[in-house]
């Protein structure tokens, strides 16, 4: 396997750090002053430097069982220090208070399942030659640092922004429906992949059971649906480059569906069931995100299928 040059891992570790400080700064220009920056950089340096922190056991120990839960730890320390922020500066309002309820919900709930599956699978063969490598591995940590300031953005901007917020309103309400529903969707769709997998029957197969009959990737349209209501929440304080917002759900969107979500699970997928009528069936006839009825009768084409 060759091996990535180490001034490009560095090089890239360096654009995500610059992306992530530099959309702060953007989107932040209304924030809670803290000392000569905003309170919204100071949040996307500490995203960046829990996960650098993070990194130097996990190389010393040459593991990734603590990159999930190092994630949801940096979710959690920005909505802490958000509201602490707020706090500090009387802005302790509903919607602060709502808006970090949804997003530290959602850290909770995806970081234990994700822990839980790494601890039981015991490692991750994406990272299998990444983490020989620290400047790989460096760079991986970065990302995560970036992908925690990325897509919490839309929540943080409403946490700190300086000025108190317009009373709770349709858009509000709005926001909160879209989140309830992704988030019911993504739970459910995990569960019944979980369950799935248990039964001995189903050890090597697809799952077309329950929501995953009505689409390829239910839990990823829970997410993206989620987090488009974390930004709708938000519609009524963002003004002027806070609307930068809403490179928040774009974000999950375009990462799910075109970088490290959907491709290499449909790569691996057809890797493995390729050849099999009733998966190519299936994949013809299912949506890929978004829920739906199959496009065409599968006339009992689907009565047992293997698991991605």
Request: hydrophobic share 50%; net charge neutral; with cysteine.
């Amino acid at each position: 396997m060759s091996q990535t040059p180490p001034t490009r891992s560095l090089a890239e570790s360096a654009v995500a750090t610059a992306v992530a400080l530099g959309l702060a700064l953007v989107g932040g220009q209304s924030s809670i002053p803290i000392g000569p920056t905003s309170a919204l950089v100071a949040l996307a340096m500490v995203s960046l430097a829990i996960q650098w922190l993070a990194f130097v056991p996990a190389y010393r120990l040459r593991t990734e069982r603590y990159f999930d839960a190092m994630g949801s730890v940096g979710f959690l320390a920005v909505l802490t220090l958000g509201l602490v922020f707020a706090a500090s500066n009387d802005l302790l309002e509903t919607r602060r208070i709502v808006v970090a309820t949804m997003v530290g919900l959602w850290t909770l709930r995806l970081g234990s399942f994700l822990f839980r599956r790494i601890h039981k699978a015991g490692s991750d063969p994406r990272f299998d030659h990444i983490k020989q490598d620290p400047f790989r591995f460096f760079m991986v940590w970065s990302l995560q640092g970036l992908w925690v300031s990325l897509t919490a953005m839309a929540a943080l901007i409403v946490l700190v922004d300086s000025q108190p917020g317009p009373a709770l309103g349709m858009w509000d309400a709005l926001g909160i429906a879209l989140w309830v529903l992704g988030f019911v969707v993504e739970v459910i769709a995990d569960h019944q992949k979980t369950v799935f997998r248990r039964e001995p029957e189903n050890q090597g197969r697809w799952i077309d059971k329950g929501l995953w009959a009505y689409s390829q990737h239910p839990n990823y349209f829970g997410e993206i649906l989620l987090w488009t209501g974390v930004f709708v929440t938000g519609a009524a304080v963002y003004d002027g480059l806070q609307w930068c917002a809403v490179l928040s759900p774009l974000f999950v969107a375009v990462l799910l569906t075109r970088i490290s979500g959907i491709p290499p699970l449909d790569e691996r997928a057809l890797e493995l069931w390729g050849d099999d009528p009733a998966y190519l069936t299936y994949r013809q006839t299912t949506n890929v995100l978004v829920p739906g009825p199959r496009s065409l009768s599968t006339d009992g084409a689907h009565d047992s299928k293997p698991s991605d």
